[in-house]
């Protein structure tokens, strides 16, 4: 299921967990080589699901980094792989990431200014 923005574009959201340091360099890709503005990168602690269980004590958790992003429809399986590939999803302790409908959204448009020297 997709819903349609209140310009007609329909739009999905990714969400990666990720280890401490991988968000911003995402964030940045993002926004230059494809346009997107809705990025948001929020701050967790947590374990990992293959933490040994002597390491799960209180204050032996990890900082988590959550990069969400919505993409429009027709660009959500490629920009998936796209951050699954620069992310490093696929190696140990990498993250993990998922994708689903967004339910409503507001458009955001950023205006072209001159850039800063």
């Not at 940045?28 to 040994?52: K, N």
């Amino acid at each position: 299921m997709t819903t349609t923005t209140q310009t007609g574009e329909q739009q999905k959201v990714i969400t990666c967990i990720l280890p401490k340091g991988k968000a911003m360099p995402l964030v940045h890709l993002l926004i230059r080589e494809h346009g997107l503005t809705a990025v948001d990168v929020h701050y967790a602690r947590g374990v990992g699901r293959i933490t040994p269980l002597r390491h799960r004590g209180i204050g032996e958790t990890a900082e988590r980094e959550i990069l969400t992003v919505a993409v429009p429809v027709g660009e959500a399986n490629a920009l998936f792989a796209d951050i699954y590939r620069v992310a490093k999803i696929n190696r140990p302790h990498g993250g993990l990431m998922f994708m689903h409908a967004l339910r409503t959204a507001t458009p955001f448009r950023l205006p072209d200014l001159p850039e800063e020297a």
